[in-house]
């Protein structure tokens, strides 16, 4: 078991300063304590993203966003017992309690949950004709230009075999035959690839389509050329926690707007703000989408993610947000991917 002492966070911390608590640890939850380490509640990463999403800031404190009745164990329970709880809570980590409710240990079990194979599909698209990156994309295909000393999808289907996603669907069109012959079937990566072949662009959503069969969990949908840090088992995590038909990875963007902006009401300026800044959350080109969503695809229908997002929304489904607070960049431009060249070592 890792340091757990590495989790400990007391309760005058801040969102900020618990993120930084479970990027360091590993352990996937941050433990609340007193001046005499009395648990007073628990952080994860979903209970960041959901404060983050009701406007909370990086530097509230944590404690607007912690657990307050968290499940734990107590010393002295067998280990059938032990199991019984992470199993009845679908849990991956308990805080160990002594008798008088101070923290002593977190138990997790290993074999349940750490270092399995995730049975999540993910379909990466790779695709696109990749205009803005010419005459660097003349010859090679966007997937394939190199960032380090891998090329760009390499590196993202690395992140997710890490993490215990094996297999994978890539969806090609631009320079397939490229593509198709450096990963070949995904033995020599650790995973299992297949390709979609788009004879014609379909979009991010009709590529889905091309599936061979429906998925039997829920599934990860990414653009292939971003660049991310994200936790992929806490995203889709996130997913069937809120029940979502399909989860939209979101980032927060803030645009200065350059003049003073005049509220008018009844032809009469009641305001004038000089130069304020617009903050909203923008598409982070990353989804899971459960398999009832798969039903509303079919083999070679157009149809974009948005789009399709726009549908299940119009029939009451539900479709959720996960904030994205790790490194995060979209290749697009020449620029952009100087910028991940430079900054690769963030990833990984």
């Not at 008798?99 to 995730?118: P, Q």
């Not at 004709?129 to 960032?147: I, S, W």
Request: some cysteine; charged content about 25%.
């Amino acid at each position: 078991m890792k340091n757990w002492r590495s989790a400990i966070l007391t309760s005058d911390r801040s969102i900020r300063q618990a993120m930084e608590v479970l990027d360091r640890s590993s352990l996937q939850i941050a433990l609340v304590v007193d001046p005499r380490e009395h648990l007073v509640g628990t952080v994860t990463d979903g209970d960041i993203r959901r404060g983050l999403l009701r406007g909370l800031s990086l530097d509230a404190p944590a404690s607007q966003v912690m657990n307050t009745k968290p499940v734990v164990a107590r010393e002295g329970m067998s280990r059938a017992e032990f199991i019984e709880l992470l199993r009845r809570h679908d849990l991956h980590h308990l805080p160990l309690l002594d008798g008088e409710g101070r923290l002593v240990g977190l138990e997790s079990d290993v074999e349940l949950y750490e270092g399995a194979e995730k049975d999540n599909w993910v379909v990466l698209m790779a695709g696109g004709l990749g205009q803005r990156l010419r005459p660097l994309t003349d010859d090679t295909p966007k997937p394939l230009l190199p960032v380090g000393d891998r090329p760009l999808l390499e590196i993202i289907i690395n992140r997710f075999t890490a993490q215990g996603f094996r297999k994978f669907f890539i969806s090609v069109n631009y320079r397939a035959d490229l593509v198709e012959a450096h990963f070949g079937d995904g033995a020599k990566f650790g995973a299992e690839i297949r390709y979609l072949r788009e004879d014609q662009p379909l979009g991010t959503g009709g590529a889905v389509g091309l599936l061979p069969e429906r998925p039997s969990a829920p599934f990860v949908v990414m653009n292939g050329d971003l660049l991310t840090t994200i936790n992929f088992e806490s995203l889709v995590d996130f997913h069937q926690q809120h029940g979502a038909d399909l989860t939209l990875c979101v980032r927060r963007y803030s645009h200065q707007i350059p003049y003073g902006v005049a509220e008018i009401q009844g032809g009469e300026v009641v305001s004038i703000v000089e130069k304020p800044n617009h903050e909203c959350f923008i598409s982070g080109g990353i989804y899971v989408l459960s398999p009832t969503v798969f039903d509303r695809l079919r083999p070679q229908r157009r149809i974009d993610m948005p789009d399709l997002m726009r549908e299940l929304i119009t029939a009451k489904q539900r479709v959720t947000a996960f904030p994205v607070t790790e490194y995060w960049i979209d290749i697009g431009r020449i620029e952009d991917l100087e910028r991940a060249r430079q900054e690769i070592d963030l990833v990984g």
